[in-house]
């Protein structure tokens, strides 16, 4: 197993592990991302599955994000996912074999307040994904998409990018709602061993499916959109969120 991450100090733990290797790629770095598949490469001799993990979320009024907050959004959740897996389709196609998993969100399906940047991140994932599914089957890659719900990790924390200018004055009463209710949702989110459990097996399973949820809040919320039409859909979030 090859586990990337910017900091390889924090990888100490995994390093010691039989058949890890723990080296350095961060996603908006080109050539971190080229010599971490060579050498994946040649540690190992094959790279079977990609998980595309990296991301986080820019959250707030639109007005409140500078032009740089909003480049580095789509940059490293969308063109980061791009240049990565760009990175080892000549290794799958020479391989005729390979998977991509593509960790996208409930929020690459529906939108919640405030979210128009990270939203936007969520549902190029999933387009992407769908459209590379049909050209990556002539050569035997198959793409899988993890859509999951609130989870039990440090999203709220580091990887959470909450941008507001209080002197714009007009949003301040709903961004106080919507944090609230942001905060009760997460109260309530399922432990990362089950959203593993989930990669796990759409790595295994061998199978053609694209798409899976991850969490009970994730498979309620994903029947409930897919059965409402957008107006009823909306007046609901709405209603959950006191706006």
Do not use: C, W
Not at 6 to 11: I, S
Not at 94 to 118: C, D, E, T, V, W
Not at 213 to 240: C, N, P, V, W, Y
Request: no cysteine; aromatic share 8%.
């Amino acid at each position: 197993m090859i586990a990337t991450m910017r900091n390889t100090e924090e990888g100490r733990e995994l390093s010691v592990l039989e058949d890890v290797m723990v080296t350095r790629l961060d996603v908006l770095e080109l050539e971190s991302i080229e010599s971490a598949v060579n050498a994946g490469i040649q540690r190992f001799g094959k790279i079977d599955v990609l998980l595309n993990n990296a991301g986080y979320g820019a959250y707030g009024p639109l007005e409140s994000f500078t032009r740089e907050k909003i480049m580095r959004q789509f940059n490293t959740n969308v063109i980061g996912l791009l240049d990565v897996t760009k990175s080892l389709l000549p290794h799958f196609r020479a391989n005729k074999s390979g998977i991509i998993i593509n960790i996208s969100s409930i929020g690459g399906k529906m939108a919640f307040p405030l979210g128009a940047l990270y939203h936007g991140t969520k549902f190029a994932v999933e387009g992407i994904s769908e459209s590379l599914s049909y050209e990556l089957a002539e050569f035997g890659v198959k793409i899988k998409i993890i859509e999951a719900g609130a989870i039990d990790t440090d999203f709220t924390g580091r990887s959470l990018d909450f941008s507001n200018d209080e002197s714009l004055i007009e949003y301040q009463p709903f961004i106080g709602k919507i944090m609230s209710a942001m905060q009760t949702l997460f109260q309530k989110a399922s432990p990362a061993s089950m959203i593993a459990d989930v990669i796990f097996n759409a790595a295994i399973d061998g199978t053609d499916q694209l798409r899976y949820s991850a969490g009970e809040d994730a498979r309620t919320m994903l029947a409930f959109h897919k059965q409402q039409d957008d107006q009823s859909f909306i007046s609901s979030i709405k209603s959950q969120f006191d706006i």
